[in-house]
């Protein structure tokens, strides 16, 4: 394919790699040049580059909102160079950018893209609206950081491996999986429960709830900024357990 006569939105969405891994494997890496619009390829020096560049990638999560300033997704980093390069981002936050360098130009000019680490895409709005309801998920692990890895029944803190999910009201009675309905227990504790009630046993330390969606990015997401977490705390209500 001719560089020269491709804009950069049909080359980036014709030929932007799916998998992060696969961004910097090959020893070239593509960018439009910020000035010309034209692709040039430049060899990555060692093996060494690729790999710190992989690394910092890998490092890099994003958190991505609609028009309307609503947790929309975290994306990875790759994700969000591609909505940069094709032109979606509607605005930005941050005090801190990282910015990802690519080919050179035929006037000498490398390509580059400055990611903030808070964006809002553009068209995101019905994507938002097609999301279902925040997942409470099978391996526990953000039930057990909303409730601070502590029992509802005993009030221990403990590690993850002595703790598991209980439901207030058992399955066996007709209790749903959901996070109104379930609670972080000691393994002891949720042994001797089994199937009583809680009047039956012993009173709720705590009381479940949903978490917000700003609430469920902050129990989701890996490595979050200060400016993201700043973002995100801005939203929760005065009954969250992560204030």
């Not at 989701?220 to 995100?232: E, M, N, T």
Request: charged share 20%; glycine share 6%.
């Amino acid at each position: 394919m001719d560089f020269r006569h491709a804009s950069p939105c049909e080359h980036l969405t014709r030929n932007f790699p799916r998998d992060p891994k696969n961004l910097f494997i090959s020893p070239w890496y593509q960018l439009p040049s910020a000035k010309t619009g034209f692709f040039s390829q430049v060899p990555f020096n060692s093996r060494h580059d690729t790999q710190e560049t992989l690394n910092m990638i890998a490092k890099h999560t994003i958190l991505a909102l609609d028009i309307a300033g609503n947790p929309w997704a975290w994306l990875s980093a790759q994700e969000a160079i591609h909505y940069y390069a094709i032109g979606k981002i509607a605005w930005e936050l941050g005090e801190e950018e990282t910015v990802f360098r690519g080919g050179w130009s035929r006037a000498g000019v490398q390509s580059m893209i400055a990611v903030k680490p808070i964006i809002a895409v553009a068209g995101s709005s019905i994507m938002a609206k097609m999301l279902r309801p925040i997942p409470l998920g099978h391996d526990n692990n953000l039930l057990f950081k909303r409730d601070r890895y502590t029992c509802a029944y005993c009030g221990q803190v403990l590690g993850r491996h002595d703790l598991s999910r209980d439901h207030v009201l058992a399955r066996s009675r007709g209790g749903e999986d959901s996070w109104m309905n379930c609670v972080t227990s000691c393994r002891r504790c949720n042994c001797s429960k089994d199937a009583k009630l809680v009047s039956d046993f012993k009173p709720l330390q705590y009381v479940p709830y949903a978490p917000c969606r700003a609430e469920h990015f902050l129990l989701s997401g890996r490595h979050v900024l200060a400016d993201q977490h700043d973002f995100l705390a801005a939203s929760l209500p005065r009954h969250s357990r992560l204030l």
